[in-house]
């Protein structure tokens, strides 16, 4: 057992000398899986031997990496959520002249989509920025195309009826018979960048920072230093949304809950 | 009355009025003569009396009269007649008047007279009386004074400082002053009473103070005192003092043990008591057990005694207390004094125990929160901590559950992918049957064409050789010129003739053999052949060819060769007659050898019938000619064609003895192969088998394995993932497939936007049914049967859409057909009603096309 936290710790190093990505104050038990994972895929029997593959085989790296970002996501997920976003937060940030909002670790882009829908509904359209980061290249290239699996715009119908929408989802999207197209007017308030939460720092000032289901892949280290990251990117009063299953550690102080059943926090 | 008796009836009423009237006046005559003093006025009212008696006799008469019925005049007779009497007694009367007035005058003088007499005497007495009246008064207030003077005198004495002794009067006086005097000494008696009664109750104020503020100073300690021992402790230094104590100890029930025990938590100035003792033990134990405080005034000298810098002194009295709460000793105080306790002392002690049992149960309680408080915090800590874990390892499920969702995700991409390969593959493999069925319908017909082609070439062939026939008679005869009339040129001419009509016959019949091949036309029989006979044949009949062109020709037959196969000896002669010619054709110097001998196993693979017969014999035709290039050795065999154009030119020949020589061989179960080296020379070799029962009957199965083959070749797996295709490939214009095909009913009482939606989707290829309004759609969904995808109008007359979504729903086999309502824009509420009735997704009138088939192909998807 000793010795597979030593070989995991030296394939960390390895994929973080190799290619910048830093998995170290990850959750061991999530990455111990998928590298388990992995190695069955490679048909290998120690972490050791898959840290050699991952030097000498720039597929396997890029595969290992692929493996190592979860990209689940969806529009409107957690509906609710969405909701309390809606008639509690948005009607707060009303007054400002201008919104910044900020999706940290954006994924495939649904959520940050499905916020630029609300902030539309809002009429705030005209005033609000997102920004959407993920350190994942490819998956942040998806989510600039705005293209989404046909078969999964039934759930999302749901998903943003259960959030309150307020018009008609399909005024959204275009749809052919294999995939449905975001209309281009949503994405001309979403600026998509690659940012790494890990080792990048604070790029702006947000008044709603939303990181939804990232946090449970960090350690407690981990989690702390992106807290610190969001404290000093939020401004007086901003909020900060988390995943269902995520809690803000009352022990750093700067938030204070605001809907403690949304995940939905507020800076002191 | 009398002037009224005219009236006989009214005097017949007033009768009995007269009668009472006469008894009246009679009573006062007789009254006024027994008033009447004197004789003379006595006689006169007798004789008034008897006057009037006459009278009341006649009027009495009258009135009989008068009552009988009388007449008038009849009376007034009587009445005449009386009328002396009636005189008579007026004159009585004023008789008596006039006696009785002068009897007054007498009276009156007689009265005056004494009047006067009175006057004087009553004088005379107030005179006397002012004189001794004057006298009593001068000596009643001479006495008075004195007497007052005396009183004042006492009451000055008074000390109002001090009323506990007030002097007393002189209560010999007489009279109202003595009276006073006694009131007044029995006022100084209750005031002195009520002084004593007032010195008394200050006093016991003044203790009742003393014990109130002393017990506030203690009872202050109760809520002061966090800790039991603390409070025992300082408790017995501030009480003991107090109490002119010299020595006390707290002692508290621990019930911890199992029997109570009474532990000493606290003292003053004490040194080796005991340090606890159980109920009933000691007297200090029965104070436990009686429930009462217990004071010893006499102590024992051998009792403990109470230690100071000089020495030890025994105390004087000791109280020992119990504590009570809610009729239980909870705790025991004992004080020791030198020099006793004042009753105040112990009324304090009880007075302060009495709230603190109350106290110690406080502290006591305080400290049972505060040790819960400590435990409380300490598992609330310990919660936190579990409550963290317990977080970490939902996210933990959480991130679980996403890269499962991920995985599935994942599985579901390969899923699709291997779906869609498969569908590919069953594309393909379709492709490949209709292509197969293609392939084998062409090559039915190749078949076919050929077996025409070969037939008519035979055909051709017997057509041209009769010709030919005589071409080729006539030149030879010609060239005979037996009558000689030829000129030297004209017989070469013939010669050419004849040799051209001969090359052309050989190809015909090289033409026609191999048509009857293709054409299955040739027969074959299997029969004896003697292999020692047939190869001296053989090299009979080439042994002047080698002569001629002086090359070696060998034939030999190795030991091992079975001496007899059965095959087609004339093809069999024929295929090594084509191979020798093309050997000694294609060889200028050298040698050609013939090798017969027993083919091994391994040299039948690539023959049809491998397997199938026992014996198997291999021809080998060598020869040291040109050779043929490797590239060229697949083509030889092919009919009509040789290495290359100009070898025919100079080798001559058809082109088609290989091709002959194969095909036969095929026919006798055999094969025929070469190999040759360029420049070297060439071997060409037949293997055919012993086939004693003649050909076997074969599967054809030649086309299927081609198939097969294909298909293998095309469902090659692909790389499993591919990279996914670009956003800008995945865009495919105008493909409609998910909406092919599909029903959708159209409700909606709108007939132009039914007749606008009905050409679109029909432009989609959807099967397009409409309805009216709700019921109609219902009507025709249960008409339609199979239905995909229902647009669903909201305001329609008969059922409206609400209601009619609500039945659709209602059927159980419709619970996940996808309906889309139809809303009007303006209508707030519309959406959520049609969601509630169970419509999938909702659209807003005026809708666009395009928003409406996007949502469509969403949820046909």
Redesign the interface.
């Known amino acids: 057992m000793k010795n597979e936290e030593l070989e995991l710790e030296l394939l960390l190093l390895a994929i973080y000398r190799l290619s910048g990505y830093d998995f170290r104050n990850y959750?061991r038990?999530?990455i111990l899986?998928?590298t388990t994972a992995r190695m069955h895929a490679e048909k290998l029997h120690t972490i050791t031997s898959l840290t050699e593959k991952i030097i000498h085989n720039e597929r396997v790296l890029d595969d290992i990496l692929k493996d190592f970002s979860?990209?689940?996501t969806e529009m409107f997920r957690d509906p609710t959520f969405f909701k309390a976003l809606r008639e509690e937060v948005i009607p707060l940030l009303k007054e400002l002249p201008e919104i910044r909002i900020w999706h940290a670790g954006c994924s495939t882009g649904e959520e940050a989509y499905s916020m630029a829908i609300l902030i539309e509904e809002e009429g705030l359209a005209d005033r609000t920025k997102i920004y959407a980061t993920d350190m994942n290249e490819v998956v942040l290239a998806?989510a600039e195309?705005g293209?989404m699996p046909?078969?999964k715009?039934?759930a999302y119908?749901?998903n943003y009826?259960m959030a309150g929408g307020?018009?008609?989802?399909?005024?959204y999207?275009?749809?052919?018979?294999?995939?449905?197209r975001l209309k281009p007017s949503l994405k001309k308030n979403i600026v998509f960048a690659q940012h790494n939460l890990v080792t990048d720092g604070s790029f702006n000032e947000f008044h709603l920072i939303i990181c939804r289901?990232v946090?449970?892949?960090f350690n407690l280290d981990l989690q702390k230093q992106v807290f610190q990251l969001f404290d000093e990117s939020l401004s007086n009063g901003g909020f900060l949304g988390l995943?269902?299953?995520?809690?803000a550690r009352p022990e750093l102080g700067f938030l204070e809950a605001f809907n403690s059943r949304e995940k939905l926090y507020r800076k002191k | 009355m009398i002037t009224e008796y005219g009236d006989a009836e009214g005097a017949n009423i007033q009768a009995p009025q007269a009668a009472g009237d006469q008894l009246g006046i009679s009573q006062r005559l007789v009254e006024l003569e027994t008033t009447l003093n004197r004789n003379k006025s006595k006689v006169l009212v007798a004789q008034v009396q008897e006057a009037y008696q006459e009278y009341a006799l006649m009027e009495s008469d009258i009135y009989n009269q008068m009552a009988t019925g009388t007449s008038r005049d009849d009376i007034r007779a009587i009445y005449q007649g009386k009328m002396l009497i009636r005189n008579q007694l007026f004159e009585k009367i004023d008789e008596f008047k006039e006696y009785q007035e002068t009897l007054m005058g007498e009276a009156m003088k007689e009265a005056t007279g004494t009047y006067d007499n009175l006057v004087m005497g009553l004088i005379g007495l107030v005179v006397l009386a002012i004189v001794l009246i004057t006298g009593v008064m001068l000596w009643v207030i001479r006495d008075t004074v004195g007497t007052v003077n005396s009183f004042t005198e006492s009451i000055k004495k008074v000390d109002y400082d001090d009323l506990s002794s007030i002097p007393r009067m002189d209560e010999d006086v007489k009279g109202e002053f003595g009276e006073i005097a006694r009131a007044y000494n029995s006022m100084a008696v209750s005031i002195e009473e009520l002084t004593e009664k007032e010195k008394k109750y200050n006093e016991e104020m003044q203790e009742q103070n003393w014990i109130q503020s002393n017990s506030v100073e203690v009872v202050k300690l109760y809520s002061r005192e966090v800790t039991v021992s603390s409070l025992a402790e300082n408790f017995m230094k501030k009480l003991t003092p107090i109490m002119d104590g010299n020595l006390g100890a707290f002692y508290l029930k621990d019930e911890s043990t199992g029997k109570p025990y009474f532990k000493k938590v606290g003292s003053y100035a004490d040194e080796a008591g005991r340090d606890g003792f159980v109920a009933g033990e000691g007297m200090i134990g029965q104070c436990v057990e009686e429930k009462r405080t217990v004071v010893m005034n006499d102590i024992p000298a051998n009792y403990k005694t109470i230690s100071t810098g000089l020495g030890n002194v025994p105390p004087k009295s000791i109280v020992m207390a119990p504590v009570m709460l809610k009729d239980e000793v909870v705790a025991v105080v004992e004080v020791a004094s030198l020099s006793g306790f004042a009753p105040a002392s112990l009324k304090l002690l009880e007075n302060v125990l009495e709230t603190l049992g109350i106290g110690l149960a406080n502290i006591i309680g305080r400290m049972e929160v505060e040790r819960l408080l400590l435990e409380s915090q300490a598992q609330t800590e310990e919660l936190q901590a579990q409550s963290e874990e317990l977080q970490s390892q939902s996210e933990e499920l959480q991130s679980q559950s996403e890269e499962l969702q991920m995985q599935t995700e994942e599985l579901r991409m390969m899923n699709e992918q291997l779906e869609e390969r498969t569908h590919d593959a069953e594309l393909k493999s379709e492709e490949l049957q209709a292509a197969k069925e293609d392939l084998e319908q062409k090559a039915r017909e190749l078949e076919q064409s050929s077996s025409y082609k070969s037939e008519f070439l035979a055909n051709m062939s017997h057509e041209l050789r009769t010709p030919l026939n005589s071409i080729l008679l006539l030149s030879e005869m010609l060239l005979d010129d037996e009558e000689h009339g030829l000129s030297e040129e004209q017989k070469e001419f013939s010669k050419v003739i004849h040799s051209s009509g001969q090359d052309l016959l050989n190809l015909i019949n090289d033409i026609l053999d191999l048509s009857k091949v293709e054409a299955g036309k040739l027969e074959v029989s299997f029969e004896e052949v003697f292999l020692d006979e047939f190869t001296e044949r053989i090299e009979r009949q080439f042994a002047q060819v080698a002569k001629n062109k002086n090359i070696d020709f060998t034939v030999e037959k190795s030991d091992d060769v079975t001496p007899i196969i059965y095959t087609d000896e004339q093809r069999l002669q024929q295929i090594l007659k084509n191979l020798l010619s093309n050997a000694f054709k294609f060889t200028e110097k050298g040698s050609v050898s013939v090798k017969i001998e027993k083919a091994s196993e391994k040299e039948t693979l690539g023959c049809p019938l491998k397997g199938q017969s026992d014996a198997w014999v291999k021809f080998s035709v060598r020869d040291s000619g040109i050779g043929i290039p490797k590239d060229k050795q697949r083509m030889i065999f092919e009919a009509f064609q040789q290495v290359d154009g100009a070898i025919m030119r100079k080798y001559g020949g058809t082109g088609l003895g290989l091709s002959i020589s194969r095909e036969f061989a095929l026919l006798l179960g055999g094969i025929c192969k070469v190999e040759s080296k360029e420049g070297v020379g060439s071997t060409f070799t037949v293997i055919i088998p012993n086939l004693p029962d003649g050909y076997p009957a074969i599967v054809d199965m030649e086309v299927n394995d081609q198939v097969a083959a294909a298909i293998e070749q095309t469902a090659e797996p692909k790389p499993l993932l591919p990279e996914p295709p670009q956003a800008e490939e995945e865009i495919i214009v105008g493909n409609t497939t998910v909406l092919t095909g599909k029903t959708v009913v159209i409700a909606d009482d709108d007939h132009r936007n039914i007749f606008t939606l009905k050409n679109v989707l029909q432009k989609e290829g959807m099967n397009v049914v409409t309805a009216d309004n709700g019921a109609d759609c219902l009507e025709k969904m249960k008409e339609t049967g199979q239905v995909d995808i229902v647009l669903m109008d909201i305001m329609m007359p008969v059922m409206d859409g609400y209601e009619a979504i609500r039945q659709i729903r209602s059927n159980e086999g419709n619970k996940e057909l996808p309906i889309i309502a139809l809303t009007a824009k303006a209508m707030k509420g519309d959406r959520e009603k049609c969601l509630d009735a169970g419509a999938n997704d909702y659209i807003s009138k005026p809708m666009k096309l395009d928003q409406l088939l996007s949502a469509m192909r969403v949820w046909l998807s």
């Open positions: 959750m038990s999530s899986r998928r979860i990209n689940v998806k195309s293209i046909l078969h715009m039934q119908t749901k009826i307020n018009k008609s989802f399909s005024e999207y275009e749809a052919d018979s294999e995939v449905a289901n946090l449970i892949y995943g269902t299953k995520e809690t």
